[in-house]
């Protein structure tokens, strides 16, 4: 019944141990590797025929790709297919973690922060080290906007600044704080619906309610699990764009 249990992550066994620090294979490691086998299966394996007429898993990955490299088409140009395996890698992860993450008794990798902050560094550092190596010291263009009165410049350019290293932390908690609120919220129904039911006849009818309501969040999370994959893949287009065309 506790909607926290769900998140806890459990050593399975011991990896190295450094000092007094112990680095062991987790269940968060487990479902990782699960997930990327899956993409595995589906990017190699569904596309391997390369069928004239794909069928059905080929079709979704032909439409994964095509949708991944649309976007970030249309957001950073044509110099920003450079990033593709880059994007398209993320976006599929994080969508595949958040799928499996609504199956019944699996492991949520994408409800922890550290998880998600580090997808996030990973990409605010991406955007800092491409921007400079390819623009220098005009990447700092990012900060000063054209056509702002010389006098509130220096106001401009520190909000701009203090917006740009606020991005790991709203790129990150963003899809951490969806997937958990969504996932305590599945546990709260599912709980009264498991305590309705162990009181007998009348506590069946009295489940009905709060079963239809986890039937339709699991809907609703389901949305919200493709959703913020989508959201965490376009911010990140977004962001490569400033490094591949600061000021604009």
Not at 30 to 58: D, E, N, Y
Not at 78 to 88: D, I, L
Not at 105 to 119: C, D, G, K, L
Not at 139 to 153: D, E
Request: hydrophobic fraction near 60%.
């Amino acid at each position: 019944m506790d909607p926290i249990h769900q998140f806890e992550i459990k050593n399975l066994f011991p990896i190295v141990r450094i000092g007094t620090a112990e680095i062991a294979f987790t269940n968060s490691a487990v479902f990782m590797l699960i997930g990327l086998v899956l993409i595995l299966l589906l990017m190699v394996g569904a596309t391997r025929s390369r069928a004239l007429v794909p069928g059905r898993l080929q079709s979704v990955a032909e439409t994964s790709y095509e949708f991944v490299a649309e976007t970030l088409r249309s957001i950073a140009g044509p110099e920003g297919m450079k990033f593709f395996p880059f994007v398209f890698s993320i976006f599929m992860f994080i969508l595949v973690l958040n799928v499996i993450g609504i199956i019944p008794y699996t492991f949520t990798v994408t409800s922890h922060i550290i998880i998600t902050i580090s997808f996030a560094l990973l990409v605010f550092l991406t955007v800092i080290i491409y921007g400079f190596w390819i623009n220098g010291v005009h990447f700092m263009k990012l900060f000063v906007p054209t056509g702002i009165p010389i006098y509130i410049l220096p106001l401009v350019s520190f909000i701009e600044v203090m917006s740009f290293l606020s991005r790991p932390v709203s790129h990150s908690v963003r899809l951490f704080a969806n997937m958990l609120a969504g996932h305590i919220t599945l546990k709260v129904f599912g709980g009264f619906v498991t305590m309705l039911g162990a009181w007998g006849l009348l506590g069946w009818f009295g489940a009905i309610v709060p079963l239809g309501l986890t039937v339709a969040l699991t809907a609703l999370e389901l949305l919200v699990a493709v959703l913020q994959a989508y959201v965490f893949a376009i911010l990140t287009c977004i962001y490569l764009n400033d490094a591949i065309h600061p000021g604009h």
